[in-house]
């Protein structure tokens, strides 16, 4: 499955293809740092799944997902942010289905839990054992 995972942050980007390698098994994961980038790059990959943060300069995760609703895009969208869940709730983003939120800091477990969700994947992968603690200064893996 391909997975094209979209944040200005590379750190960010590195730690969430980490995540979704290790815990969906055979997840094929590409990168976009911006807004413009993903519009480009969506097409081209036919990605099964977007993970999308919402704050970027430029165009942000809301003008990325309404242009793609707009191209009949239906691609899965999981919406990431640090600051900006009560936005995605007043849009009334989660109505449709094929989206969901998942607030920064991430709980890991929950984060790829979502994304299995959202891929029809269910609970038929197991989730990866062993030591799933990144070296990292920004975030920790629970």
């Known amino acids: ?22 815990r969906l098994g055979d997840a094929d994961v590409s990168y976009a740092h911006d807004g413009d980038e993903a519009l480009r790059r969506i097409p081209e990959l036919a990605p099964s799944l977007v993970v999308l943060n919402i704050m970027m300069e430029g165009k942000t995760g809301f003008d990325v997902l309404a242009q793609l609703r707009a191209d009949g895009n239906n691609v899965p969208i999981l919406l990431t942010s640090g600051c900006a869940g009560e936005e995605v709730y007043r849009r009334g983003t989660l109505e449709d289905k094929r989206i969901r939120f998942v ?5 890991w477990d929950t984060f790829a839990a979502t994304a299995r969700e959202l891929l029809g994947i269910g609970a038929s992968i197991s989730p990866h054992r062993g030591d799933s603690r990144p070296k990292t200064r920004k975030w920790t893996w629970r």
């Open 1 to 22: 499955m391909k997975i094209l995972v979209v944040d200005d942050c590379t750190t960010t980007c590195d730690m969430i293809g980490e995540c979704l390698k290790q």
């Open 103 to 107: 607030e920064k800091p991430f709980r």
